[in-house]
């Protein structure tokens, strides 16, 4: 991570709390698209979740035996990851902007955060937000997690890259009594 990017910050944050690593010993590769079960794992350790290790039934249908699979678990029975309808979490897939503000919004419901947006918030492209989405994404652009405004568009079905990643993570977490 070079010195005085606009993600650096965030990434020694992230790097420093411990729920992140880089993608060698020495590189971070902050353009690169993150995965779902990426982000899962990472959220799972800033709830702290993987270090109470216990035995759980895997409940999405092809989560058994990967490496993320006790995150994910432990995630789904904290209400912050549901899966698809055909009952599979697709880790491997790249994450979506939306997903990622489901997901955190999520997390601060389960650490008690009201997420209830409660001002006028407005994306030119809140029509292509997936209503299952729309509420996660209008409360961070309220409280400027993402960048909102009349001419701003929030582009849902893009991918969440490892930078853009940090930066949510971290300021979510700001939102908290946690950190």
Request: hydrophobic share 35%.
């Amino acid at each position: 991570v070079a010195q005085g990017v606009w993600y650096q910050q965030y990434v020694d944050e992230l790097y420093n709390y411990g729920f992140t690593q880089g993608t060698s010993d020495t590189t971070y590769s902050p353009q690169n698209k993150i995965t779902r079960a990426q982000f899962a794992v990472m959220i799972a350790r800033a709830l702290e979740l993987s270090e109470h290790e216990t035995e759980l039934t895997i409940t999405l249908s092809d989560l058994k035996g990967k490496w993320y699979a006790q995150q994910v678990q432990q995630l789904i029975e904290a209400e912050i990851i549901t899966g698809y309808k055909d009952q599979s979490f697709k880790g491997g897939n790249e994450l979506t902007r939306q997903q990622a503000a489901v997901m955190l919004t999520r997390l601060l419901n389960y650490l008690g955060v009201d997420t209830t947006v409660k001002g006028d918030v407005q994306l030119k492209d809140l029509s292509s937000v997936s209503s299952y989405a729309q509420q996660s994404v209008l409360y961070l652009a309220e409280k400027r997690i993402i960048v909102s405004g009349e001419n701003v568009a929030f582009n849902p079905q893009g991918k969440l890259t490892r930078a853009q990643m940090a930066k949510m993570i971290v300021q979510v977490l700001k939102l908290t009594s946690k950190y």
